[in-house]
Structures are given as C-alpha cells and as structure tokens.
C-alpha cells in the first residue's frame, strides 16, 4: 500500500526511502516516409497567364504529388487538389503528410493552422 506524500513541516522515514521507479530510457528514432500527399498550410491563387499552376486553398489536400527531379531551384511540384483539377505549385506552401512504416497509402491527420 503507498503512503501519502509527506507534508510540509513534518518528517518521514518515506521521504528518505529510495525510489522505486522504473528506468527512463530515450525514445527510439522512427523513419517516416512520406505518402504522396500533403496539407496546404498557405493559400496560393496563381496569375491568369499561369493555366499550368495549381490553386492552392487553405487546408486542401493535394495528392498524387510529383517531386521527381526537383533540385535547389526547382521548388514546384506537380499534383491534384480535392477537386480533381491538377496542375504545378510551390512546394513551401504545403506540408507533407507522413505514413508510419508499414501502413498504406493513407494516414489521417489533423493539423493545426
């Protein structure tokens, strides 16, 4: 049976007593993947000569995201909104969304904007 907390001002043989609590050991580092999808954490309405971008409305999900051949200067990727339209968009205006290993195509996440 445990003992309540001593109080302040009064002794206890408990308060000298070692404690028995198990180890703390740090967490283990987890690889992430990232699904082909990712949340728009800012808006992007793209000029009317720019027919090829993507409009970007806070919170969509765009998925089937393409990202293959980006380097330091190519910062737009190419995917679909929750519309179904596509079309390319900058890269920093979307978050990606990560999958745990082993798991499908999908994660549910909430984020907070």
């Not at 404690?19 to 000029?47: C, E, G, H």
């Not at 009317?48 to 990202?67: F, H, K, Y």
């Amino acid at each position: 049976m445990l003992e309540p907390p001593p109080q302040r001002g009064r002794s206890s043989s408990a308060v000298d007593a070692p404690l028995n609590r198990p180890a703390i050991t740090a967490p283990q580092p987890v690889s992430v993947d990232f699904s082909d999808s990712a949340m728009v954490i800012y808006a992007y309405k793209p000029l009317p000569q720019d027919v090829d971008d993507l409009e970007l409305t806070l919170g969509d999900i765009i998925t089937n995201i393409d990202r293959k051949g980006q380097t330091e200067n190519w910062v737009w990727w190419h995917g679909t909104n929750s519309n179904g339209q596509s079309g390319t968009f900058p890269c920093n205006y979307v978050k990606l969304i990560p999958r745990p290993p082993g798991q499908g195509k999908f994660v549910s996440l909430t984020f907070q904007i």
